[in-house]
């Protein structure tokens, strides 16, 4: 309960894209507010996405238009595609899971996004 895995990270040209993914352990997913956050070198760490279990999103104004933020429930999986990358996207990226009723909070460990050419 409350292990959140992130995936698909890594290193990608400006312009390009690429899909991350945060996947939970537990039976709590689909009744959570699932959110991303990033992190740049000597920035604090930023809100840049959210999705309710009832699918309401919501984006920081700096990704609005080129991310989009989506659920699999089934799955127990989140996902964060991010097209029109910049380099000033370049971050750690963290997934957080907020449980309704005990709003337990939860985070994943954080996975390296880099944008160069």
């Known amino acids: 309960q409350g292990q959140l895995v992130e995936s698909g990270g890594g290193l990608v040209q400006p312009g390009g894209s690429l899909r991350l993914s945060c996947t939970a352990s537990g039976d709590t997913f689909k009744i959570s507010t699932m959110s991303w956050h990033r992190q740049a070198p000597g920035k604090e760490r930023e809100l840049v996405a959210y999705?309710?279990?009832?699918?309401?999103?919501y984006y920081d104004t700096s990704v609005k238009g080129r991310f989009t933020i989506s659920r699999d429930d089934a799955e127990s999986t989140m996902y964060l595609q991010m097209n029109s990358l910049k380099p000033e996207d370049t971050a750690v990226y963290y997934c957080?899971?907020?449980?309704?009723?005990?709003?337990?909070?939860?985070w994943g460990q954080g996975i390296q996004v880099t944008v160069a050419s």
């Open positions: 957080k899971q907020i449980t309704a009723g005990s709003f337990n909070t939860y």
């Open positions: 999705i309710t279990s009832g699918l309401s999103t």
